[in-house]
T-cell receptor
Framework: DTGVSQDPRHKITKRGQNVTFRCDPI?????LYWYRQTLGQGPEFLTY????????KSRLLSDRFSAERPKGSFSTLEIQRTEQGDSAMYLC??????????????FGAGSRLTVL | AQSVTQPDIHITVSEGASLELRCNYS??????LFWYVQSPGQGLQLLLK??????LVQGIKGFEAEFKRSQSSFNLRKPSVHWSDAAEYFC?????????????FGKGTLLTVNP
């Protein structure tokens, strides 16, 4: 168990470019979450997968954002036509199935995006 | 509306002093309650959680938290702070029932520890 891995850790891009982040959850976790954290704020929920199914998307996830989790393993979060307001830390988390286990999220170190 | 409030944005304590970080929630029923810590450049690490039972819960790194239903609070405490405790601390909740998967965070409290 190597924890939740995120790549890249830092990404600097120019406005209008596309970026993609990858998350590798803990292998036995079937639930995967993406959160966004801006300076001075707590993490905000973006989207949630159970296995390969994307079960909920926040209103924060505009149509420029898309997340996938093919085969229920790793996940990608793509942002198209980036804007300066997209600059944030993008956090991935995963959890066990089950009533109590589903509530305990293990977070990755995050991918920090800077849009110039 | 459901919310989590951490009233203190920034707290400074001296090493060896006691610490209490406040958290209040506004939910229809008692949610599941968590405290996470985030060091610079790091992800969030779970300190402790409350699901049910004893209202005083022990966590890692010498932290504890007390759930008080009457005050809708879940304050985090540590009797003697170490310099390595300097970090940002987040209170978080999950609604009971339903899919109970979505963690809602407070805005965090930044802890500075003076030598």
């Amino acid at each position: 168990d190597t924890g939740v891995s995120q790549d890249p850790r830092h990404k600097i891009t120019k406005r209008g470019q596309n970026v993609t982040f990858r998350c590798d959850p803990i292998s036995e976790h079937n639930r995967l979450y993406w959160y966004r954290q801006t300076l001075g704020q707590g993490p905000e929920f973006l989207t949630y997968f159970q296995n390969e199914a994307q079960l909920e998307k926040s209103r924060l996830l505009s149509d420029r954002f898309s997340a996938e989790r093919p085969k229920g393993s790793f996940s990608t979060l793509e942002i198209q036509r980036t804007e300066q307001g997209d600059s944030a830390m993008y956090l991935c988390a995963s959890s066990f199935p089950g009533v109590s286990g589903a509530n305990v999220l293990t977070f990755g170190a995050g991918s920090r995006l800077t849009v110039l | 509306a459901q919310s989590v409030t951490q009233p203190d944005i920034h707290i400074t304590v001296s090493e060896g002093a006691s610490l209490e970080l406040r958290c209040n929630y506004s939910y229809g029923a008692t949610p599941y309650l968590f405290w996470y810590v985030q060091s610079p450049g790091q992800g969030l690490q779970l300190l402790l959680k409350y699901f049910s039972g004893d209202t005083l819960v022990q966590g890692i790194k010498g932290f504890e938290a007390e759930f008080k239903r009457s005050q809708s609070s879940f304050n985090l405490r540590k009797p003697s702070v170490h310099w390595s405790d300097a970090a940002e601390y987040f209170c978080a909740v999950v609604s009971r029932g339903g899919s109970n998967y979505k963690l809602t965070f407070g805005k965090g409290t930044l802890l500075t520890v003076n030598p």
